[in-house]
């Protein structure tokens, strides 16, 4: 889709310095903006006041503090564009145009939903500062945004950036935020498809601060978060991991006004069905829940991202009971199967395909870690103790599936047995094979977990294996639209979606169980009714690259 989606991940209270998605927030110390009667649950709301917009939360008491009422003798650190600990934005990030500003310029950032900035700031001892944001919006409505603190360990705060009435008018805005001793990651990404406010600089105020590393995620051992963490294993930035990607994505795939009818279709145990186009009421009742085609872990966060903006219990009671389904449907070995209850044939084996077990583990982690829109009081502790285990045992069912060639661990297939660990075929033409495009999203699970040397070493290889010249076609590029798919293009990489498992040569099969290794061999049918190409490996390999691997 559009760049629009394809940065939707900027929503969560998931970023780190690049401006992606991390891990980990805390629902205690989670902020939501509301009006100083707190009448409003449907979004941020500023206040009146032209220099400080009221900050209430649902969880906590966070008090927002105009920059006077702080000591004089405070000290203070402003952070300007293109400085040291300035990390990233989707936009410019030093306009001048607009009068008025300080420093070399202010960051406008471009205007669609989740564009962002994220800041770092190294600070000595742990506490509490009052953060200034000097901003000005010209336009008629708010650009609101959401600020979130060190993955979500910190906070996750909505900012109502009101309208300034002029471009050139700026004023300031105060939030108190809680910072730990060391780095600290700042991420501010834009609730409206309007983009961001024109931010000038933002200032600490209340102790020693300085320009932090944009490559440091920081945690807080006393935070909700760090129970993410096995040790002191690094916990890696998500700016552009793909299945965060996918998952924030979620939280706005349909409409709010289809709430109702989503609602009706989901199953008596849980689950919903696949390809549904919700165009009308459903029925419900007893059937098989399924997550092929990314059915109910889409609903479940949508409906969740539902009930947080309305706090209609209905969304939430679904929310839960879609938990329960996907909790009662893993396998003891850690696998989930296509559908539940099962159905037989290959839907029960183990299923990546179509990203399926993917979604489900960083769903899970997710809401293990109260990352909106899991940020509430849709799930309890014990609930959030059941997703850690169900993730501990997919994590554990992944590293033993990696297939080995001559001892060195490669990618994973579209099926594996739910016990055997083993390669498994799926229809006809989904023969035993290595996937190029499954594979890319196992391993961006892998790296939403504290990178222990199991998963480091996984996720290594994995990441080898797409960037082999053996596993892509180079100066080509998959094109739907044409007969023969297969095209030159110049600077393009092109992987399979299928690999022999021993020689890593990409193949085709069609309903008849044939292996073929010309795609215009296999049926017209099957040629234009099947995907068998992309440029699947870019997606890990530039996420991979700036997180370090």
């Known amino acids: 889709m559009l760049r629009k989606i394809a940065f939707i991940c900027a929503l969560a209270p998931l970023y780190a310095c690049d401006g992606g998605p991390v891990s980990g927030s805390s629902g205690a110390q989670s902020s939501r903006?509301?009006?100083q009667t707190a009448s409003s649950s449907n979004g941020p709301v500023a206040s009146q006041s032209s220099s400080v917009a009221a900050i209430n939360s649902s969880h906590s008491s966070v008090p927002v503090s105009s920059a006077s009422q702080q000591s004089s003798v405070a000290q203070t650190f402003t952070l300007q564009e293109n400085a040291v600990g300035f990390c990233f934005t989707d936009g410019d990030s030093a306009e001048s145009s607009n009068p008025g500003f300080t420093g070399g310029g202010y960051v406008n950032t471009d205007n669609f939903l989740g564009a962002q900035v994220v800041w770092a700031v190294n600070v000595s001892e742990s506490r509490t500062f009052t953060l200034e944001i000097r901003f000005a919006n010209g336009g008629e409505t708010n650009r609101d945004g959401e600020l979130v603190i060190n993955a979500g360990a910190g906070g996750a705060h909505n900012i109502a950036f009101v309208?300034?009435?002029?471009?050139?008018?700026?004023?300031?805005l105060t939030v108190d935020v809680d910072l730990v001793a060391g780095n600290n990651l700042l991420a501010l990404a834009a609730l409206t498809s309007d983009g961001l406010a024109n931010i000038d600089a933002i200032t600490?105020?209340?102790g020693e601060v300085s320009g932090g590393d944009c490559t440091v995620v920081q945690t807080s051992s006393s935070s909700t978060a760090s129970s993410q963490s096995s040790g002191d294993y690094?916990?890696?930035?998500?700016?552009?991991n793909p299945a965060q990607n996918r998952y924030q994505s979620?939280?706005?795939e349909w409409s709010q006004n289809q709430a109702e009818i989503i609602l009706s279709h989901q199953y008596d145990n849980g689950g919903w069905p696949k390809n549904q186009d919700y165009a009308s009421e459903g029925s419900g009742g007893s059937g098989r829940g399924t997550i092929d085609n990314g059915a109910t872990v889409t609903e479940m966060v949508y409906l969740a991202q539902v009930y947080h903006d309305t706090g209609r219990v209905q969304?939430?009671?679904a929310v839960r009971k879609a938990m329960q389904f996907i909790f009662e449907a893993q396998y003891d070995s850690g696998a989930w199967p296509q559908f539940y209850p099962l159905r037989g044939g290959y839907s029960d084996h183990a299923t990546f395909n179509d990203n399926a077990m993917a979604s489900v583990?960083?769903?899970l982690h997710n809401a293990h870690q109260q990352n909106a829109p899991f940020n509430g009081d849709i799930f309890s502790d014990s609930d959030r103790q059941q997703m850690k285990q169900a993730v501990d045992k997919?994590?554990?069912?992944?590293l033993k599936a990696q297939w080995q060639q001559n001892g060195i661990l490669t990618v994973w297939c579209a099926q594996h047995g739910a016990y055997d660990y083993q390669p498994k075929a799926g229809r006809a033409y989904e023969l035993e094979s290595l996937s190029g495009s499954e594979s890319v999203e196992i391993l961006g699970f892998l790296m939403t977990q504290p990178q222990t040397p199991e998963i480091t070493a996984a996720v290594k290889a994995g990441i080898a294996w797409f960037k082999s010249p053996a596993t892509y076609l180079a100066d080509y590029t998959y094109d739907k639209g044409v007969e023969e798919k297969i095209v030159p293009k110049a600077g393009s990489r092109m992987w399979y979606r299928f690999y022999d498992l021993s020689s890593n040569a990409g193949f085709f099969s069609d309903r008849d169980g044939g292996k073929y290794y010309d795609l215009m061999e296999i049926s017209e049918e099957r040629r234009n009714g099947y995907s068998w190409g992309g440029n699947y490996g870019e997606k890990i390999i530039s996420y991979a690259n700036k997180v370090g691997y």
């Open 250 to 252: 979620s939280r706005y």
């Open 234 to 240: 690094p916990i890696l930035s998500q700016d552009g």
């Open 163 to 172: 309208s300034t009435n002029s471009w050139d008018n700026w004023q300031t």
């Open 394 to 398: 997919g994590v554990d069912y992944i």
């Open 204 to 206: 600490f105020t209340g």
């Open 315 to 317: 969304y939430r009671d």
């Open 33 to 35: 903006v509301a009006s």
């Open 361 to 363: 583990l960083t769903v």
